[in-house]
């Protein structure tokens, strides 16, 4: 490696130390410990440290923030930590366009920090401080994609560094293009097995005039589901549709202070727009909650309000976290997450939650519900501290959930990737996809140096 | 071809007038003439087809509706055409998902006759009469993208046969997923190239309960492109933004009889979700109208009005060549139909615009314009009589347009696909994708078979 070390300075780092932190995520997968990273804060560097590993056959994994919850940037085989965390410039933005041209590593809260004054804002939002590169390699949403989309809908164009060393840009600043293979798309999701993102060029969109976080208590998950499917059913365009079930309030209660709530199964429930249609659709909500057995119905319309609601939403898998670390007396850096993140279509969605409902109660371990409704994802937040057994039922319970949602025709994972946690259940959902994803990974990277044994193995 | 004949039946089919009729799409491009038809009406008959093809090195090239307009159906190579046609079941309608399961040539007008009394429609509508296969493999879109999104964002999965026989499903019924490459979006706009297309699961959305379309008119271009320009920057939801310019207008009201509309620059704005929003809506544009200078301000709140603006908007292509056919008297098939596809970024859309009405009146041709102003992509439908010499005038002129696209940050091709028409317009647009884009289909199609010479060249 001291050639790299020579190319590249201090932005070489071979250290124990930042080996170890480079070497895992947010959840408990692991595998190697990084021969070395590399800090990039430019393309130059990103070309020449894939070059240099490509001609001496040395693995790399891209890091962004290191928010994974699926081991992506775990190097499994060692070799470079390639981190573009410093690659964090917000390199243009078009007022006119409503777009951002962004280094990879900037993240969604420096960009929206950023936008503070001019009226828009970017929509991606996982729970995490994620860099955008890395939300667009996994294939990312969070609460706004129901009316926004996931950040599928929300990247027009990236830059990216092929294993070749060739750098591309896949897209234009046109809102949509039929120019040939869609490879934008094709990096999005591929978890820096294809390619390494550098730059990204991503959609804005002008914060609505008003906005209001209608929310409602239920005592079963399934009149707060049927509520949810007949609101989708209207067409009305809703900004959010989130469910907190009743353990998941607990937790937040208790983590975030949310006075007014009772720990009970709870929708939260965004519309924006005109004055005019965003009381028009609040009564209609008012009123699909008094069909539905709501109760604890409460408007939160100025900012500070709504604020409460979404930081709670947000901080859902920290409040899990805190929960069991006070249950099980283990401190909360001991404790392993694992997070299920199924999707199922919208008609299986209650089932689906009775049926993982029942194997929780089964497995005997506690895990909060939080879930995009209007998508059908929905995440079992397992917070499990470090008992051997305790781990060896969540990782089946984690599997049987992926099994239920491929049953009821829907996919293991709805935006946080297959990493390395949901190799098995890709295998299972999708048996006759996987040969052609192989065939475009050996042709993009027949040295096999991109974040290998990620997604499938070879 | 014998052996095909024997497998295939009275679905084989080489009388010459069924070739030529295979030949070509709406536009004038051609090669050669296909060796035969196949009329697949099944799995079954494509698999053999696609299996024949390749066990004997003879090319196969995908048919739908023939509405092509960039010679996507041309069998460059002769060999098979693969007409989809009769594989027009609409296998499943799930109301709760908002989803219909199709055989690859079922038309959108198919699906949404049949979708009259469910409250639902599909939303993507190019002018013709396009399979839904067809649109995905072009990547289409239409008048309902602003609001609903384009084909990339209405497909949730597809059956698509690969070039080794192979039949694949690229997604699940889940609203979103994040398992492994995403296949989906690599078929859309592939152009057949490197699978054939043969169910689609799409998206259907809810028939909004007020709809409203107002137009105005405007004797500067740019007028209509400023007030477009402060409409999206509102984030107001528009279900549609169209511009016909005025000499389309001209076209127009000859061909559908537009009744009090002036051959003048033209804006049709659609709104529509609950009449208190519709209402706040349609007062905010008026005054934006008001605003820039338009007039013949008119609302459309009924269904037959709004039809027949609709309509009229739709059959923009037969207005424009019924109207080159009166203007040089030349019957209407024997005209030539060049219609350009540029999409470039908001801010670039009126210089385009005008840029390229000035390279028009250069050319001393006629091409009346439509446009989808949301998404910054519009139309010149150049309609040229059989006269060698328009002819060369009008394929530069068409080449200008999509040089002035590209040199704009925009795309040459927004909704029409590649083709034999843009290959040498991709090649100037995006270099460095094309080696990348012939390695998935070295990989996919190693002998070439599937739709050869489209998109780029081996």
């Known amino acids: 490696m ?121 929509s991606v939002d996982p729970g995490s401080q994620a860099t955008i590169g890395g939300m667009a390699s996994t294939s990312a949403s969070g609460t706004n994609a129901v009316r926004y989309g996931t950040i599928k809908q929300n990247v027009m164009a990236m830059q990216v560094v092929m294993a070749n060393g060739a750098v591309i840009e896949t897209g234009t600043a046109a809102r949509k293009s039929s120019a040939g293979y869609d490879l934008t798309h094709l990096f999005i999701g591929a978890e820096g097995t294809l390619g390494v993102i550098t730059e990204l060029l991503v959609k804005l969109h002008p914060i609505p005039e008003h906005i209001v976080v209608i929310s409602a208590q239920f005592n079963k998950i399934n009149d707060a589901a049927q509520l949810v499917s007949e609101l989708m059913q209207t067409g009305m365009m809703m900004a959010r549709i989130e469910l907190l079930d009743a353990l998941q309030m607990e937790a937040s209660i208790a983590y975030s202070g949310l006075a007014g709530f009772d720990k009970k199964d709870t929708l939260f429930l965004e519309v924006s727009g005109g004055l005019r249609s965003v009381t028009e659709q609040s009564e209609f909500i008012a009123q699909l909650i008094a069909d539905n057995h709501g109760f604890n119905h409460k408007i939160a319309d100025n900012e500070q309000e709504r604020k409460i609601l979404w930081q709670a939403r947000h901080n859902a898998f920290y409040a899990a976290r805190a929960f069991a670390s006070r249950k099980s007396g283990a401190s909360a850096d001991t404790i392993q997450a694992m997070i299920t993140d199924s999707c199922v279509p919208p008609d299986r969605l209650v089932d689906t939650l009775l049926e993982v409902h029942d194997e929780l109660a089964k497995s005997g371990l506690q895990g909060p519900i939080v879930g995009h409704m209007g998508d059908g994802n929905f995440h079992v937040q397992l917070m499990i501290p470090n008992d051997d057994l305790m781990i060896i039922r969540a990782k089946k319970l984690v599997g049987t959930i992926s099994d239920i949602a491929i049953r009821n025709g829907g996919t293991c994972t709805g935006e946080h990737g297959i990493g390395m946690g949901k190799i098995a259940y890709l295998q299972k959902q999708h048996p006759d996809l996987i040969p052609w994803m192989r065939l475009i990974k050996q042709s993009f990277d027949p040295d096999n140096i991109l974040n290998p044994n990620k997604i499938f193995t070879l």
């Open 2 to 122: 001291e050639k790299l070390c020579t190319l590249l300075g201090d932005k070489y780092d071979d250290n124990l130390n930042a080996r170890q932190s480079h070497s895992h995520g947010e959840d408990g997968k692991s595998g190697k410990i990084a021969d070395a990273v590399v800090k990039a804060d430019c393309l130059d560097d990103v070309v020449k440290t894939v070059n240099y590993c490509r001609d001496n056959k040395i693995k790399l994994t891209p890091f962004g923030a290191g928010t994974s919850l699926e081991g992506h940037v775990v190097p499994v085989e060692a070799g470079i930590s390639l981190d573009l965390s410093a690659m964090n410039q917000i390199i243009n933005i078009s007022e006119h366009n409503m777009t951002a041209r962004v280094e990879a590593g900037v993240t969604r809260q420096q960009l929206n920090h950023f936008l503070r004054d001019k009226g828009l804002f970017f």
